[in-house]
């Protein structure tokens, strides 16, 4: 039986032993504004909370996105702005790998930016054929320091900095061929096969798989995400960045210097 709840513009739903969390400001494709970190950390805490639940799906509203990432519409260019904005939105990012039950992202479009971030702090990631992964901060000016202090063990150093520095955008397809996701299904299949896997963990002895995920998550280490807070904010304070992050605004193509 479901039973729904809503913070702020995240969505809470619980269908047996998943909790199933949705973005839900689409037509902002979702990207991470107030509403949405703030709802995301109160589903989290809820999920963490409720002993019936086991396995947690996150998901996006709408057909396009899952997340385009930071709310470029807030940036703000001055140090203290940065300092406070990185080091939030790393904490953001960084929650689906420390609550400990596991996390599937089931990316029903973009996985942009911060969206593509937070899915690769999921445990798995099933995507719809229709999602397109990308971290083009690259093209602000900026970077993106989770993926980058993840991607290395994921996919390797080559294909790492390449999608880092370049933003390429791919496809479903090619994020499997990379390793980057579990399975690539049908667009109209992507909730039930998330909730299949979530099943699935869910039937097995929950203190092993707790303990999986902690064992796991020993490889992350700590320091990556200490130096891109302390490193990314200084970013803000370049000038290519304002164009970058001017130009999206005015959807524009930046001019950089
Ligand atoms: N922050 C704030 N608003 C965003 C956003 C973001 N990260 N991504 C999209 N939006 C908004 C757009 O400004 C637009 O708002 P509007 O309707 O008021 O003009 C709306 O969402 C739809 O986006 P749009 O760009 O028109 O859709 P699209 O299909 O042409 O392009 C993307 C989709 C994902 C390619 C494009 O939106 C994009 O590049 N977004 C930014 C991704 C990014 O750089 N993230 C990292 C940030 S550090």
């Known amino acids: 039986e479901a039973n729904s709840m ?3 513009r995240v969505n809470y739903e619980t269908h047996g032993t998943t909790a199933l969390i949705t973005f839900n400001e689409p037509d902002k494709l979702n990207a991470l504004s107030t509403g949405i970190r703030s709802g995301f950390c109160k589903a989290l805490d809820q999920a963490r909370h409720d002993d ?4 947690i ?3 996006g509203a709408g057909d396009k996105s899952f997340c385009a990432g930071a709310d470029i519409s807030g940036f703000e260019f001055t140090p203290s702005y940065a300092k406070n904005f990185i080091d939030e939105v790393l904490d953001i990012l960084a929650l689906a790998e420390q609550i400990n039950k596991p996390v599937i992202a089931a990316v029903n479009g973009y996985a942009f930016g911060g969206g593509f971030e937070l899915s690769i702090a999921c445990d798995f990631i099933i995507a719809s054929e229709q999602a397109k992964f990308a971290v083009p901060e690259i093209q602000l000016g900026l ?5 980058i202090a993840r991607l290395n063990k994921l996919i390797g150093r080559q294909q790492a900095k390449y999608l880092s520095m370049t933003g390429t955008k791919l496809s479903a397809e090619e994020a499997k061929d990379l390793g980057l996701i579990l399975k690539v299904v049908p667009h109209e299949q992507l909730l039930t096969q998330a909730f299949a896997l979530a099943d699935e963990l869910a039937s ?5 798989i707790r303990y999986a995920k902690s064992i796991y998550n020993r490889e992350l280490g700590g320091d990556e995400l200490t130096y891109a807070k302390d490193v990314m904010p200084f970013l803000f304070l370049d000038d290519d ?7 999206f605004r005015e959807k ?3 001019i950089f210097k």
């Open 6 to 8: 809503q913070f702020d």
């Open 52 to 55: 019936d639940i086991r396995v």
């Open 57 to 59: 799906i996150v998901t």
């Open 143 to 147: 970077l993106p320091g989770f993926a």
């Open 204 to 208: 097995k002895p929950q203190m092993a």
């Open 241 to 247: 960045t304002k164009e970058g992050v001017t130009a």
């Open 252 to 254: 524009r193509k930046p």
